[in-house]
């Protein structure tokens, strides 16, 4: 029957498949032997054939590999009885997929011809190489980043994550949670990571944060992330590329340089900048809560004679011994800091009462005032502090300060080892 049909309608068959872009061929099958019986103008360029082909066997018309690798895959149709799917090296050189497809006699239920179909796939197949090139290229520098580098989808759910994890963290995320967002051992990191992650799925941009993550090892260390929308074609977003540095090292070099300049460096004690800083925000909240102050200004007495007799480095010790002693007898709401040379200020930010304020002022002063041990000996030192309150002797910074020095003054010019409270005669 088919036969008949292939010979009624052969040339306008012939016409359809003319129109192709694949190359077709229609095998006819005679005790298990294959004769072409059509070939569209694309066959023909892709095997190489010409008309004269139509009626030969597969074997009479290729060389011999060729036409034993294309007679096993009809035998395989013959066998199974199925479709089947191959690729080939075309007569030029190319790669081709074939799908044969067996036609079936409907009065003796026998596989009378083999329809394939073949399809130029070279430059697909160029693609996939450059893409497996490609995905080599990048497989090796996530395998060997120093980056901790994790694929996701736009759900956070992991596809893959470098083994870099397990250096820098000391952990894989797998071992963890198959979600990114079960990473983080604080739930408020968690929540705080996920928003960035949803802002950049919406703004479809990318969106780097740092925070700091925990180690294995309960250490904490400084990450900065890049979180990186991946895009299929067009503006769908297939995964998130997520990107971390450690910046632990740059973390801590800013703390010492933020330290450094909020702080002196001899004693350990904040500087005048932080003191003047600290000192607004509390007159601020003082001003709010209607509560009370207390600036002291501490000046060691005769403290030039300890470093003429003993050297600077001597002076050095001394100014650092009474730092601490200083701030062993302050509260942790209290601030203590150099100002310079052997002069402090000590803000009393929670003062209960003037005699609190007297209190602590004469607990200063003893400690200033034990013996000191120098060069084998011992050295005796006092020191004199000048107090000014708020609101009562000021309502700014500059005014308290300025206060309190003058009432320093006083305390020096009327013996010293002593505190002195500021009053508007002083002036």
């Known amino acids: 029957m088919l036969r008949s049909l292939f010979q009624t309608h052969k040339q306008e068959f012939v016409k359809f498949i003319n129109c192709m872009v694949d190359a077709i061929y229609v095998m006819e099958v005679k005790n298990n032997t294959f004769y072409y019986t059509v070939m569209n103008i694309e066959g023909m360029k892709l095997s190489g054939l010409t008309e004269r082909a139509i009626g030969e066997t597969i074997d009479t018309v290729l060389p011999k590999d060729r036409a034993e690798y294309l007679m096993n895959q009809y035998r395989q149709v013959l066998q199974e009885r199925k479709s089947i799917t191959f690729e080939a090296i075309t007569a030029n050189g190319d790669i081709g997929e074939s799908i044969l497809t067996p036609i079936f ?19 697909r197949k160029k693609m996939e190489k450059r ?106 977003i297939s995964k998130m590329l997520i990107v971390a540095k450690d910046i632990t090292e ?78 062993s007898e302050l509260q942790k709401d209290d601030m203590i800091a150099r100002i310079g040379g052997d002069e402090f200020n000590i803000l009393l930010s929670q003062m209960n009462s003037k005699q609190h304020v007297s209190d602590v002022a004469q607990r200063l002063l003893k400690v200033i005032n ?8 011992e050295w005796e030192i006092t020191a004199s502090i000048g107090i000014a309150l708020y609101p009562e002797d000021g309502d700014t910074m500059e005014t308290l300060l300025k206060h309190a020095d003058i009432a320093l003054y006083d305390a020096k010019n009327n013996g010293r080892n002593q505190y002195k409270w500021y009053d508007a005669s002083l002036y």
């Open 370 to 377: 034990e013996p000191w041990p120098l060069s084998g000996g």
């Open 250 to 327: 740059s973390k801590e070099y800013e703390k010492e340089i933020r330290f450094m300049a909020y702080h002196d460096p001899l004693t350990g004690l904040p500087n005048r900048g932080f003191f003047k800083e600290y000192m607004l925000m509390s007159l601020e909240r003082a001003k709010k809560n209607s509560e009370s102050m207390a600036c002291l200004f501490l000046d060691c007495d005769n403290f030039k004679q300890l470093n003429d007799a003993h050297g600077h480095d001597a002076g050095d010790k001394f100014l650092q011994s009474v730092a601490k002693r200083l701030h």
């Open 105 to 123: 006699d409907e009065e003796k239920k026998e596989i009378t011809y083999i329809l394939s179909v073949t399809r130029d796939i070279s430059i």
């Open 131 to 236: 893409l497996e090139e490609s995905e080599e290229r990048y497989r090796l520098i996530a395998e060997n980043s120093t980056n901790l580098i994790q694929l996701v989808d736009s759900d956070g759910n992991l596809i893959y994550a470098s083994p870099s994890f397990k250096k820098i963290l000391g952990y894989h995320p797998i071992d963890k949670s198959h979600s990114v967002f079960g990473q983080f051992h604080d739930c408020g990191k968690k929540e705080e990571f996920k928003k960035q992650f949803e802002s950049a799925l919406c703004k479809k941009e990318t969106v780097s944060i740092e925070m700091d993550v925990q180690h294995e090892n309960g250490s904490i260390l400084w990450l900065k992330v890049d979180i990186i929308p991946i895009f299929e074609i067009g503006s769908k």
